[in-house]
């Protein structure tokens, strides 16, 4: 499974729109790239998914670039029961036997 | 209320008990998965299983029994735990078809306490 690197924290207002950037430079060309949110004490909730350019559902937006090394989740207008940790995945579940391998997460901090 | 149900919520046991976690899901699923969450560390999964059978178990140790009857239970069975087996543990399901493979359901969790 590819592995993962994420920004430790980041702070925000609410209001903002929040972009976070993932790197995953030794992506497979099978792998897809999948987003969870995670609220202290709690399981963590998926978010979004994509293979390639952009998907956007009714929570965020997922930005991945032609190379595919890394990409962006965008929460547009957060607030502050957006404050949470998010977790970037990469991985081939159809082959990889569903092994999922989260990493330390980005932990996001939306100020009033 | 993701559909996956996990009892107890809280737990403590001292190193000699025995206990059982049960999780079921109620969403038609057929991969189960446990996970284990320490304080400060990512998640870590622990096993899986595809329709009954195992198919993932990132060396763990014996202390810690799975047993999936069907493919809406899962259980976790522990036994002689250590202190540092303090952890939330979480369960999750998905379906093991195409793209909704990626999109794991999980329960609540158990917050567990060793003695």
């Known amino acids: 499974l590819a592995k993962t690197t994420q920004p430790i924290s980041m702070d925000s207002y609410e209001g903002q729109e929040v972009n976070i950037t993932c790197s995953h430079n030794?992506?497979?060309?099978?792998?897809?790239i999948t987003w969870y949110q995670q609220f202290p004490s709690q399981g963590p909730r998926f978010i979004i998914q994509?293979?390639?350019t952009k998907v956007t559902n009714e929570v965020a937006s997922l930005f991945i670039p032609a190379d595919r090394k890394s990409s962006t989740l965008s929460l547009p207008r957060v607030s502050l029961s957006d404050t949470a940790v998010y977790y970037c995945?990469?991985?081939?579940?159809?082959?990889?036997?569903?092994?999922?391998?989260f990493g330390a997460g980005t932990r996001l901090f939306v100020k009033a | 209320e993701t559909g996956v149900t996990q009892t107890p919520r809280h737990l403590v046991m001292g190193m000699t008990n025995k206990k059982s976690l049960k999780c079921e899901q109620h969403?038609?699923?057929?991969?189960m998965y446990w996970y284990k969450q320490s304080a400060k560390k990512p998640l870590e999964l622990m096993f899986v299983?595809?329709?009954?059978?195992?198919?993932e178990n990132n060396s763990v140790p014996s202390r810690f029994s799975p047993e999936c009857p069907n493919s809406s239970h899962l259980f976790l069975h522990l036994h002689t735990l250590q202190p540092e087996d303090s952890a939330l543990y979480l369960c999750?399901?998905?379906?093991?078809?195409?793209?909704?493979?990626?999109?794991?359901?999980f329960g609540p969790g158990t917050r567990l306490t060793v003695t």
């Open positions: 030794n992506i497979a060309t099978n792998d897809y």
């Open positions: 969403l038609g699923h057929n991969a």
């Open positions: 995945l990469v991985g081939d579940w159809n082959t990889g036997g569903f092994k999922t391998i």
């Open positions: 299983y595809n329709f009954k059978e195992q198919t």
């Open positions: 999750a399901s998905s379906l093991m078809t195409g793209l909704s493979s990626y999109e794991q359901y």
């Open positions: 994509g293979y390639k």
